[in-house]
């Protein structure tokens, strides 16, 4: 069974990782067509599937424990950004159960 993920002060007490930095400077180093509403939308998932991965899964809690994580964190959010940027519906669609705000055009 999984858990809840942990809370965002506690993640970032445990890991000193701001995940809504890691996911905003990303998203300004690629180019894209993005409306505020999927940049908050994206921005929401990623703080979110982080932590649920943290909480759930052995290996990410090893990495993100460890001082050199942020690359580790940098590569997946990419990796999702990426996807995300070249079709927005089919990611939030995906990734329906992340994420806080609808996405609407």
Request: aromatic content about 16%; glycine content about 0%.
């Amino acid at each position: 069974m999984y858990k809840q993920p942990i809370s965002s002060t506690l993640f970032i007490n445990i890991t000193s990782i701001l995940l809504d930095v890691v996911a905003i400077t990303c998203i300004n180093k690629k180019s894209h067509k993005l409306t505020q509403m999927q940049i908050k939308w994206f921005v929401d998932f990623v703080d979110i599937r982080v932590r649920w991965l943290y909480t759930n899964n052995k290996k990410w809690k090893q990495k993100l424990n460890n001082q050199s994580s942020i690359d580790y964190v940098y590569t997946f959010v990419n990796h999702w950004l990426d996807a995300f940027i070249k079709n927005p519906k089919w990611f939030q669609e995906r990734h329906k159960n992340y994420g806080t705000t609808t996405i609407t055009t």
